[in-house]
């Protein structure tokens, strides 16, 4: 069982920066791919950024320049770095681990999310 961990949220003005962690504990025997989702209020959710076991990254054109995502603690901890943030970056923002187990079972894992508001 794995369970994730969000902090790093708040209130920011348009420009400033937040820094996202996401810890995972639990058994992970590979990963697939880590990521970051956020949704707004009447939107669904949508994919920020998202980096591969190997390494690979891909973002979404919004936030293309302007936020990095990145591995740390041996893999069990993803960042997201956000630079300046836009009014329309406001969102919860959730983790999410797709991994398999030992029996290469695919599992996907989600965390409880963590709010980001930047104001006008």
């Known amino acids: 069982q794995v369970q994730l961990v969000e902090s790093g949220g708040g209130l920011v003005q348009r420009g400033g920066s937040l820094r996202l962690s996401c810890v995972a504990s639990?058994?992970?025997?590979?990963?697939?791919?880590m990521g970051w989702y956020r949704q707004a209020p009447g939107k669904d959710r949508e994919l920020v950024a998202a980096i591969t076991g190997s390494g690979a990254t891909n973002y979404a054109d919004s936030v293309k320049g302007r936020f990095t995502i990145s591995r740390d603690n041996g893999e069990n901890t993803v960042l997201l770095t956000m630079n300046s943030l836009k009014p329309e970056d406001s969102a919860v923002y959730y983790c999410?681990?797709?991994?398999?187990?030992?029996?290469?079972?695919?599992?996907?894992?989600w965390g409880q999310g963590t709010q980001v508001a930047v104001s006008s």
């Open positions: 639990g058994t992970i025997f590979g990963i697939n791919t």
């Open positions: 999410n681990i797709n991994g398999y187990s030992r029996d290469y079972v695919d599992f996907s894992s």
